[in-house]
Each structure stands twice: as structure tokens, then as C-alpha cells.
Nanobody, 115 residues
Framework: QVQLVESGGGLVQAGGSLRLSCVASGTIFSLNSAGWYRQAPGKQREMVARITTGGSPTYADSVKGRFTISRDNAKNTVYLQMNSLKPEDTAAYYC?????????WGQGTQVTVSS
């Protein structure tokens, strides 16, 4: 059973920073691509950033230059460093792991950016 546990969300002022963490269990994490998605109220879930097993990142245009995704396979953890946060970054952030053809999701962590 794959489980993903996120942490690091919270309330921050515009221009501030947060670091999200997601610890995976029940899978050989080094063999899985991983990513972060977000969903704001009334909107569809969208990809924020993904990272391959080899460590190559992909970012949504809206976060390029501000967010950095990374992974530590020894800790079964994927991170999302978020800098220069904007009110429009406010959303629930979800960790994702792709294992073969199955997507697994964490429970989500709320990020709220005040103006």
C-alpha cells in the first residue's frame, strides 16, 4: 500500500517562502517519478512541478523561477521549495507518485498566501 504524507503548508505573506515535503512509503521511491499538484477552490487540479527518477524537473509556467522541486531517494522524500509566493498560489497542494501506470496521492496540505 503506497502512502504519501505531506507537510509544510501554512499561512505566509506575499513574497514569503515555504517548503513542502512529502514522504512516501510502500514503494521503491527511487523508481517512481513524483510531483506536486495544487487545487484552488472552484478550480481544477493543476500540475505545479514534476521530477523524474533521474532528477529532471518540469514546472508549470506560473511557477518557473520561483519554485524548485527536488527529491532525496534515501529519505523517500520529494520537496517543493516555494519562493516569492503570490496570493494566486493559494491552494491545497497534493503530492503525487506515479508507480508504473498508477497514480497515488497524498491527503494535501493547505498553502495560503496573504496580500
Amino acid at each position: 500500500q503506497v502512502q504519501l504524507v505531506e507537510s509544510g503548508g501554512g499561512l505566509v505573506q506575499a513574497g514569503g517562502s515555504l517548503r513542502l515535503s512529502c514522504v512516501a512509503s510502500g514503494t521503491i521511491f527511487s523508481l517512481n517519478s513524483a510531483g506536486w499538484y495544487r487545487q484552488a477552490p472552484g478550480k481544477q487540479r493543476e500540475m505545479v512541478a514534476r521530477i523524474t527518477t533521474g532528477g529532471s524537473p518540469t514546472y508549470a509556467d506560473s511557477v518557473k523561477g520561483r519554485f524548485t522541486i527536488s527529491r532525496d531517494n534515501a529519505k523517500n522524500t520529494v520537496y517543493l521549495q516555494m519562493n516569492s509566493l503570490k496570493p494566486e498560489d493559494t491552494a491545497a497542494y497534493y503530492c503525487n507518485v506515479l508507480r508504473v501506470v498508477t497514480n497515488y496521492w497524498g491527503q494535501g496540505t493547505q498553502v495560503t498566501v496573504s496580500s
